[in-house]
Each structure stands twice: as C-alpha cells, then as structure tokens.
C-alpha cells in the first residue's frame, strides 16, 4: 500500500508503534500471571496463543505443542515457537519490538517474556486469559 503522495513510502511504516503495558522484567506486578508463567509456560502459552490465533487453536493444543517442543528440543525450540507468537501479537496491537528483537527476548529471558505477553492480554481487557477466545 503506497502513499499517493509519497510513492516510495508505504503508510504502514509510518504508523507509530506504542509501548507495551509494562515491561519485561515487571513480573512481579501481577503474582498470579508470574506464578503460571514461571511453573507452567505451556499453560501460559497456550493461552496467549489461542487469543492470538483468535481463537482458531485452542489453549489445550498450543500448550501441548509447546511443551512437547520443549521435551523434544529444550529450551531454544520453544522459545523459537513462542517468539513467532510474540511477532504476531505485536503485529495485532502494533507493538513496540523492545528491549530487543522478538527471538533476543525469548532467547534471553522466555518466562519474562510470555509474562509480559500475558499480562498484555490481560491489560487489553477484552480478554479473560483463564476462559480463552470467546
């Protein structure tokens, strides 16, 4: 999609990103959310994914699939599973890519990262974490 009046420009890249609700390391802001991320990622993940994928997977199969990466690769393979879900949640709230690349902060840090992507969703407010996609 071109500008007409700047052709060499698309208007999405102009399009400023905004900020997330917290950042990465304020975990602790909601001990719920920082509990099921750091003892069960696969639930957390799963579902973030399902809303996410807006409803098309649900939390039941995201989860398991995470986890069964995990069993299968270790750590690099979920985290490489769960930074697409990162991009693409980006992309729906035209989120700032920050402290680092999207795959650098699951890399660096995967439970702070699906913490925050939680408590994205549940900052949003249109969304109940614990009853999915509705």
């Known amino acids: 999609m071109k500008n007409s009046s700047n052709g060499d420009q698309p208007i999405q890249s102009r399009v400023k990103a905004k900020a997330w609700s917290t950042d990465l ?28 994928d807006r409803g098309s997977t649900s939390c039941g199969v995201s989860g398991a699939l995470y986890m069964i990466i995990f069993m299968l690769t270790g750590f690099g393979g979920s985290s490489l599973y769960s930074c697409f879900y990162r991009t693409k949640l980006r ?44």
């Open 91 to 134: 992309a729906q709230y035209n989120l700032k890519e920050r402290p680092c690349c999207d795959c650098c902060v699951h890399f660096c840090c995967e439970p702070c990262a699906l913490c925050q992507e939680y408590r994205q969703l549940q900052n949003n407010k249109a969304f109940d974490l614990s009853i999915g996609f509705k």
């Open 25 to 52: 390391c304020e975990c602790w802001i909601n001990i719920n959310s920082c509990c099921l991320t750091c003892w069960c990622p696969c639930v957390a993940f799963g579902r973030i994914a399902e809303v996410v």
